[in-house]
């Protein structure tokens, strides 16, 4: 079993932030497997130059172009679109059990849809973070707000249902919490509340 921790759930869940905390917490490495898709996204090539695209490249967008620039709705969209090709998908997943390895057995936390399903099935604690869709549409409008996007509610809500649809529905890797993951509902939790629930859990399976 693998020291890995994969956190999956669907957009707007705060899987990111809580990600993020929880890595700094444990002394682990951490990898936003969202912000690699979002990358190729970015670079808007056809499917065969994305597939002939380097590692590096794809980890120099996301190193040297802002995440305001990312985390863009639309960004977001295109990315859904890209991880139903069988091919970026399997480009992907290796990407990120090669960047687990180089880590060299030192603890490591990822979120995405597929983490805990095919890229690290045997990972040491899989959390699935969630959130009713109405909640995870209003934090995610005020990120994109904060990030300068003139966006409405019902457009964000919208966008998250459709992502949310591409994400479970897509033939390959779909995002699906079954029995081997710990289910965090974090709609009427606070941020503090929701860490704490997945420090625990993870805890447990460190002993
Ligand atoms: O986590 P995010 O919203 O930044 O991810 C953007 C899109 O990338 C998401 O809608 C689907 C895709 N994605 C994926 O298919 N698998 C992952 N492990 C991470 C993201």
Known sequence: MKRVIAIDGPAGSGKGTLARKLASHFG???LDTGKLYRAVAYLNKSINETLNLAAREIFDVITNIPDSDLRTAEIGQRASEIAKNTEIRSKMTKIQRDFAELQNGHGFVLDGRDIGTVVFPDAMCKLFITADLKIRAERRLQ?????GEKITYDEVLNQLANRDYQDTHREIAPLRCD???TLIDTTSKTEEESFQECVTEISKKML
């Open 28 to 30: 682990f490495m951490y």
């Open 143 to 147: 990120d994109l707000r904060k990030n």
């Open 179 to 181: 029995e081997t993951y």
